[in-house]
């Protein structure tokens, strides 16, 4: 039994082992869903019959998506009021109502439509609705919310488009506001239908927005704003917002000149100098300072604090630091860390203490970096998870944990993270505490984590930081001559341990690597199937640390950095005359990146104990100086 699990008070631990441990032969199961597949009701009927196995339901599942049929709607109508609300009833309901709107059975496809994102399904149950009689002042006024989209809907809500214009409901109000979704953040090319819309003296609106979207320089062409109009003045705050990232020179001139021409609201230069101040000191550029400033304080949230911050770390300016926090009462525990860091810089070391010290018992980044400075010992504050007996017996036996279980062992994880959402949706938080502990046991280990944190339960340390496939760690850890614990916290923050995860840069597995980084890594092209293997996926994630260590001449700060971000990037950002670590992981202009180097650096400390060492690795951070 794992450590954590010894200490939940089950009697023999009998109930406890029994429950998480159990396996299921899931062959049956899988030989009565090709049944189900093959459409022969009589043999999926029998098959289902003699099938005992926590995922009997997808059995039904299989059949009635594929093989829906009004011979079969009771049966249906059963499986869809049993399992309303859980991950089994959209893949029936939503092939069912497709079935009914083949068969022109609008009665029944009203009956049987729940609410959903599917646009096609929403104008089909409101055109039925209307073509049975209901009343158009009840229908029409929701078809508003449908046609105001930044995208173009289907084909098949024409008709109740038609008559809901007809009935006078598509306002010159409504058509800007689609208009603006659709140039801001939507189809671009349905523009010109919607300029169609338009009054003729405010076509030109709709191409004006065409071209800012297209060009944000267009905003700069003065010549473009000649009627002076509230809708003039959205599209060049739109246009300038965006043009500030690609030229700030042209930004600026532009803004100044367009004030002079346009009546800006207070609250539209407002979000342009909240805007430019995110721009120009994500880019370190020397304007940044007036226009952090110029944000009104009312506007300074928590990202807008943290450059203010760094512009006055990146000059040094110990005493803008101390200023910009007065009269705040809550302090994050960065803000307090370089608080008291310019305490001392300006020679106030009484001031300074008390700050680190309340820091260096906390276990985060700072806390442990607070530690470091103080040579006081590292505070996991761990504590043990109790659950009762009777909790987690019951809490494994539910049905929607024996499936997401089964779906887990089974390898189906999408499906299996369906059923645990919903089923720690559903939950109290001690039956979440239960349910957490219970995947850990069996090597679930991404669900504890998210559930953990979702619920805010930080100090679970041995569940939310599992030495998860540690024999894979220690052996490539060892043959790639990289600190296990690294590798290890690399891992906990790239993917908190999916095996099948996946990102939108179309990075694999528990190290997150890219395709084209493995196949320069491994010397040759490695399938993606196979990134998702733990073992390739970890042998090839510590090369590539022990590659970019090596390339970063034995600096595991810029190596963590350049895992996230790139080598070349990384070296672009070191500063000509060097500065300490510290001072430099704050500075990383990318928040990605520098939220992940803290945050690895932490994992790490908190793996270095898990693994039985007591040394603060932090403390290699402050003899460092990075840059020069």
Same mark, same amino acid.
């Given at each position: 039994?794992?450590?954590?699990?010894?200490?939940?008070?089950?009697?023999?631990?009998?109930?406890?082992?029994?429950?998480?441990?159990?396996?299921?032969?899931?062959?049956?199961?899988?030989?009565?869903?090709?049944?189900?597949?093959?459409?022969?009701?009589?043999?999926?009927?029998?098959?289902?019959?003699?099938?005992?196995?926590?995922?009997?339901?997808?059995?039904?599942?299989?059949?009635?998506?594929?093989?829906?049929?009004?011979?079969?709607?009771?049966?249906?109508?059963?499986?869809?009021?049993?399992?309303?609300?859980?991950?089994?009833?959209?893949?029936?309901?939503?092939?069912?109502?497709?079935?009914?709107?083949?068969?022109?059975?609008?009665?029944?496809?009203?009956?049987?439509?729940?609410?959903?994102?599917? #646009?096609? $399904?929403?104008? &089909? =149950? *409101?055109?039925?609705?209307? %073509?049975?009689? +209901?009343? /158009?002042?009840?229908?029409?006024? @929701?078809?508003?919310?449908?046609?105001?989209?930044?995208?173009?809907?289907?084909?098949?809500?024409?008709?109740?488009?038609?008559?809901?214009?007809?009935?006078?409901?598509?306002?010159?109000?409504?058509?800007?506001?689609?208009?603006?979704?659709?140039?801001?953040?939507?189809?671009?090319?349905?523009?010109?239908?919607?300029?169609?819309?338009?009054?003729?003296?405010? #076509?030109? $609106?709709?191409? &004006? =927005? *065409?071209?800012?979207?297209? %060009?944000?320089? +267009?905003? /700069?062409?003065?010549?473009?704003? @000649?009627?002076?109009?509230?809708?003039?003045?959205?599209?060049?705050?739109?246009?300038?917002?965006?043009?500030?990232?690609?030229?700030?020179?042209?930004?600026?001139?532009?803004?100044?000149?367009?004030?002079?021409?346009?009546?800006?609201?207070?609250?539209?230069?407002?979000?342009?100098?909240?805007?430019?101040?995110?721009?120009?000191?994500?880019?370190?550029?020397?304007?940044?300072?007036?226009? &952090?400033?110029?944000?009104?304080?009312?506007?300074?949230?928590?990202?807008?604090?943290?450059?203010?911050?760094?512009?006055?770390?990146?000059?040094?300016?110990?005493?803008?630091?101390?200023?910009?926090?007065?009269?705040?009462?809550?302090?994050?525990?960065?803000?307090?860390?370089?608080?008291?860091?310019?305490?001392?810089?300006?020679?106030?070391?009484?001031?300074?203490?008390?700050?680190?010290?309340?820091?260096?018992?906390?276990?985060?980044?700072?806390?442990?970096?607070?530690?470091?400075?103080?040579? &006081?010992?590292?505070?996991?504050?761990?504590?043990?998870?109790?659950?009762?007996?009777?909790?987690?017996?019951?809490?494994?036996?539910?049905?929607?944990?024996?499936?997401?279980?089964?779906?887990?062992?089974?390898?189906?994880?999408?499906?299996?993270?369906?059923?645990?959402?919903?089923?720690?949706?559903?939950?109290?938080?001690?039956?979440?505490?239960?349910?957490?502990?219970?995947?850990?046991?069996?090597?679930?280990?991404?669900?504890?984590?998210?559930?953990?944190?979702?619920?805010?339960?930080?100090?679970?340390?041995?569940?939310?930081?599992?030495?998860?496939?540690?024999?894979?760690?220690?052996?490539?850890?060892?043959?790639?001559?990289?600190?296990?614990?690294?590798?290890?916290?690399?891992?906990?923050?790239?993917?908190?341990?999916?095996?099948?995860?996946?990102?939108?840069?179309?990075?694999?597995?528990?190290?997150?690597?890219?395709?084209?980084?493995?196949?320069?890594?491994?010397?040759?092209?490695?399938?993606?199937?196979?990134?998702?293997?733990?073992?390739?996926?970890?042998?090839?994630?510590?090369?590539?640390?022990?590659?970019?260590?090596?390339?970063?001449?034995?600096?595991?700060?810029?190596?963590?950095?350049?895992?996230?971000?790139?080598?070349?990037?990384?070296?672009?950002?070191?500063?000509?005359?060097?500065?300490?670590?510290?001072?430099?992981?704050?500075?990383?202009?990318?928040?990605?990146?520098?939220?992940?180097?803290?945050?690895?650096?932490?994992?790490?400390?908190?793996?270095?104990?898990?693994?039985?060492?007591?040394?603060?690795?932090?403390?290699?951070?402050?003899?460092?100086?990075?840059?020069?």
């Amino acid at each position: 039994m794992k450590k954590w699990l010894s200490v939940i008070g089950c009697v023999g631990l009998a109930i406890c082992a029994k429950a998480s441990s159990a396996s299921v032969d899931h062959q049956a199961f899988k030989d009565a869903e090709k049944i189900a597949w093959s459409g022969n009701h009589n043999a999926f009927r029998n098959a289902l019959a003699a099938l005992e196995h926590p995922l009997s339901p997808y059995v039904e599942m299989a059949f009635y998506k594929r093989h829906p049929s009004l011979k079969y709607q009771e049966e249906i109508t059963r499986f869809l009021s049993v399992y309303e609300h859980t991950p089994l009833e959209w893949p029936v309901r939503e092939s069912w109502l497709h079935y009914l709107k083949r068969r022109g059975k609008k009665g029944e496809f009203i009956e049987a439509y729940r609410e959903t994102r599917d #646009a096609e $399904l929403q104008c &089909l =149950y *409101l055109r039925y609705q209307l %073509d049975l009689g +209901a009343p /158009a002042s009840a229908i029409l006024p @929701q078809v508003d919310n449908l046609w105001t989209v930044g995208t173009s809907q289907p084909k098949v809500c024409d008709p109740l488009f038609s008559r809901w214009q007809k009935a006078g409901r598509m306002t010159q109000e409504l058509i800007w506001q689609r208009i603006t979704k659709t140039a801001q953040d939507g189809q671009s090319a349905l523009l010109p239908y919607l300029k169609t819309l338009l009054p003729e003296q405010e #076509a030109y $609106l709709a191409d &004006l =927005y *065409l071209a800012v979207r297209q %060009d944000p320089s +267009a905003a /700069a062409g003065l010549y473009r704003f @000649q009627k002076r109009t509230v809708k003039e003045t959205e599209i060049a705050v739109y246009g300038i917002k965006r043009l500030i990232w690609r030229d700030k020179s042209l930004a600026l001139r532009a803004w100044d000149k367009l004030q002079t021409l346009l009546n800006f609201s207070p609250e539209q230069k407002d979000e342009v100098a909240y805007r430019f101040a995110l721009a120009l000191a994500s880019k370190g550029e020397p304007e940044a300072n007036f226009w &952090l400033n110029k944000v009104p304080t009312a506007m300074r949230d928590e990202k807008l604090m943290q450059w203010l911050l760094a512009n006055k770390l990146k000059h040094q300016d110990w005493e803008g630091v101390v200023a910009l926090f007065v009269g705040h009462e809550q302090l994050s525990a960065g803000q307090k860390y370089w608080l008291a860091y310019s305490h001392q810089q300006l020679g106030y070391r009484e001031k300074a203490e008390p700050l680190w010290q309340e820091l260096a018992q906390q276990r985060h980044y700072y806390g442990f970096l607070a530690a470091a400075r103080l040579n &006081l010992p590292v505070q996991l504050n761990a504590e043990a998870l109790t659950i009762t007996p009777l909790l987690q017996q019951q809490v494994a036996a539910a049905p929607g944990f024996k499936r997401a279980k089964a779906l887990y062992e089974m390898e189906r994880y999408t499906e299996a993270r369906r059923e645990w959402n919903y089923l720690t949706s559903t939950s109290s938080r001690d039956e979440k505490l239960a349910a957490s502990l219970l995947a850990a046991e069996f090597d679930w280990y991404d669900s504890s984590i998210f559930t953990l944190a979702e619920i805010g339960a930080w100090d679970f340390v041995e569940i939310r930081f599992p030495l998860a496939y540690l024999d894979l760690f220690e052996r490539y850890s060892k043959e790639n001559r990289i600190d296990l614990a690294w590798s290890i916290a690399i891992a906990r923050r790239e993917s908190s341990f999916a095996p099948d995860a996946r990102s939108r840069a179309d990075a694999y597995g528990l190290m997150q690597l890219l395709p084209s980084t493995a196949k320069y890594i491994g010397k040759s092209r490695v399938p993606n199937h196979r990134l998702l293997q733990p073992g390739t996926n970890i042998r090839l994630g510590t090369d590539y640390l022990q590659y970019l260590k090596n390339k970063t001449d034995g600096n595991e700060v810029l190596a963590t950095a350049s895992y996230n971000a790139g080598y070349y990037r990384v070296k672009k950002w070191l500063p000509q005359q060097a500065i300490p670590a510290e001072l430099w992981i704050e500075l990383i202009p990318y928040t990605e990146t520098r939220d992940y180097v803290k945050n690895v650096y932490a994992y790490r400390q908190v793996y270095n104990m898990r693994l039985g060492k007591q040394d603060n690795i932090l403390g290699d951070i402050l003899q460092m100086s990075i840059g020069g």
